[in-house]
């Protein structure tokens, strides 16, 4: 992963600045931790990640921006067997254990 975006995103996931969503990447001001890092993109690139097609899976384009590749997309890395998007979804996870494993496991 993109060492500098890996920054950035696990500091917009510890900010508080961003109220957790579970099943879309956005809804009503609210994100999953994947809906987080691509409203980062969006603000870095000024390109849209949050279209039609993709609100509730890691577009491509932002998984390649991240660094993540296509192994990782739509899913991204596992932790215990369980993907980012479950452990934000189903595992109740907060971002906080969220961003503390993206920072040491990405």
């Known amino acids: 992963?993109?060492?500098e975006i890996k920054k950035k995103w696990v500091e917009a996931l510890r900010s508080g600045e961003y109220k957790q969503e579970v099943g879309y990447l956005r809804k009503?001001?609210?994100f999953c931790c994947l809906g987080v890092l691509c409203d980062i993109y969006e603000k870095e690139t000024g390109k849209d990640a949050f279209n039609q097609n993709h609100q509730e899976v890691l577009p491509y384009n932002v998984s390649e921006w991240a660094g993540l590749g296509i192994v990782?997309?739509?899913c991204i890395k596992q932790k215990n067997n369980h993907t980012l998007s479950y452990l934000n979804d189903i595992g109740n996870c907060d971002f906080q254990e969220i961003s503390?494993?993206?920072d040491e496991e990405l």
């Open 100 to 102: 503390n494993w993206i």
């Open 28 to 30: 009503d001001n609210k």
């Open 1 to 3: 992963m993109n060492q």
């Open 72 to 74: 990782y997309s739509p």
